[in-house]
């Protein structure tokens, strides 16, 4: 059972989410929240395993939610945003906060549930125009304005693989591109996850981006971006 809260300041669109999700055998709403104050109290009382939250909200916007909300489960609670284009420029903040994944206003209902399923899940989702967008867009900016993010102490190993994820390759493919097994790709993920201090795959594409390992135009075509 997924047990969720939904966090929208607009009162339809929050009882039409809450409705559809409630309509799910798998998926219990524990908590709504009209403010992203109250979706951090309501998340520490009730202890969600997703929180779906608006990107933008008064008193607390979705960003400092989810920052909020991940910090004080330890990364138990997954966050699934929910945005529209006119608010793209909040994506990038959001990823680098941890949320596991960004969904369009417009999604479709299956759409919406197939992506609570998924972050619920531990993976990371990104609709295909919210990603085009966030490279071609908004990480390229950000990038440019700031230095090139240090490689720590990545082996060249956990370096290649990391451009593999950044260019969205799943860790089957990976290992099919490297000639190595599937165990041995997880566990160079995992040693790099840990040295870079990253929740999942989405803040992996930041940081391969920020460490200047792709660049916008080399690889747009980052797909879901699935373990």
């Known amino acids: 059972m997924i047990r969720a809260l939904v966090a929208d300041d607009q009162a339809v669109v929050r009882t039409g989410l809450v409705n559809l999700l409630d309509t799910q055998e798998d998926i219990q709403v524990v ?3 009209e403010d992203g104050a109250q979706a951090v109290r309501v998340a520490a009382e009730t202890r969600p395993d997703l929180a779906l939250l608006d990107i933008r909200m008064p008193h607390k916007n979705g960003i400092e939610a989810a920052r909020e909300i991940l910090a004080a489960s330890g990364g138990a609670t997954k966050v699934l945003m929910l945005t529209t284009f006119g608010l793209d420029e909040y994506v990038y903040d959001a990823l680098a906060a941890g949320a596991g994944g960004f969904l369009l206003k417009d999604a479709t209902f299956p759409e919406l549930l197939h ?3 998924v972050v619920a899940g531990g993976d990371a989702l990104l609709s295909p125009e919210i990603t085009k967008r966030l490279i071609a867009e908004f990480v390229h900016a950000r990038a440019s ?9 990545l082996t ?6 990391l451009t593999l994820i950044a260019r969205g390759l799943s ?8 000639t190595i097994t599937d165990h ?7 040693r790099l996850f840990a040295k870079l201090e990253l929740r999942d795959r989405a803040q992996a594409v930041i940081v391969a981006y920020e460490m200047g390992l792709v660049r916008v135009g080399q690889d747009d075509h980052v797909r879901d971006l699935r373990a």
Do not use: Q, S, Y
Request: aromatic share 0%; net charge neutral.
């Open 115 to 117: 992506a609570v399923r």
């Open 184 to 190: 041995t790709v997880k566990t160079h993920i995992n």
């Open 31 to 33: 908590g709504e929240a």
């Open 156 to 161: 060249a190993r956990e370096t290649e693989v």
């Open 171 to 178: 860790n089957a493919e990976i290992a099919d591109r490297l």
């Open 145 to 153: 304005r700031l230095p090139v993010r240090p490689a720590g102490d």
